[in-house]
């Protein structure tokens, strides 16, 4: 079965620092995706960052970038110089390639940047 | 270019009642999904459909049922609404073939409130 885990239920980041959130999956499949969303206090859900099992290099998308351990089974999301609308939750998500139309989402990261 | 839509964005229903919620996508995505978000727990996939005229079980299916009208329109019903069922729904779309996976893009929720 497929399971991705955050750790982290809140965090606080002062603004312009940088911040890592966490995220581990289980599965037995070779082949997935994993994927970071975030959901602001308004609602929808906005997509950030895409890593797939076999990318030799991490994923980057301007200030995201994931550092994919897959030795760890560990996606982490680090957001570089924080900015005040970055507060929102932050939800890390997995699809496999066999069930590729099942995604399976973390409980999510509360992040609030500190001015 | 409207995305993924949804309605309505806000209902309150007795249990008992039925109603259909609405999604339509205007990207010529294959792959339409339904998911709840309740506190704490993330989203979970209800239903999705890789295809038009094909659905198929998620995580959480019990007391909903669904439609692929077309490529566009994919509606979630609940038949005999419950307390449990009170929470955020989600519809999305995606790309995502067999073999890939791919970002899905989120409607903006309805928020369904059973009493």
């Known amino acids: 079965a497929q399971k991705i885990t955050q750790t982290q239920p809140g965090m606080f980041v002062q603004e312009k620092e940088a911040v890592t959130l966490d995220c581990t999956y289980d599965t037995s499949d070779p082949s997935y995706g994993l994927f970071w969303y975030k959901q602001p206090s308004s609602g929808e859900m906005i997509f950030l960052i895409y890593q797939g099992s076999y990318d030799q290099q991490n994923a980057t998308e301007g200030r995201y970038s994931l550092n994919f351990q897959k030795a760890r089974k560990s996606a982490n999301l680090v957001i570089s110089a924080s900015q005040l609308g970055d507060s929102a939750m932050y939800f890390c998500a997995m699809s496999t390639t066999y069930n590729f139309n099942k995604f399976y989402f973390g409980s999510g990261t509360k992040l609030n940047v500190k001015p | 270019n409207a995305g993924v839509t949804q309605t309505p964005k806000f209902q309150v229903l007795k249990t008992g009642q039925s109603m259909t919620l609405q999604c339509a996508q205007d990207m010529n995505h294959n792959s339409m999904y339904w998911y709840r978000q309740d506190p704490g727990m993330g989203l979970r996939l209800i239903y999705y459909?890789?295809?038009?005229?094909?659905?198929d079980k998620g995580e959480v299916p019990n007391g909903y049922n669904v439609s692929r009208l077309n490529k566009r329109e994919f509606s979630l019903r609940l038949e005999s609404a419950a307390p449990s069922q009170t929470s955020v729904y989600f519809c999305a779309s995606s790309e995502a073939v067999q073999g890939a996976s791919y970002e899905q893009y989120f409607g903006p929720g309805t928020r369904l409130t059973v009493t």
């Open positions: 459909s890789a295809s038009e005229g094909t659905t």
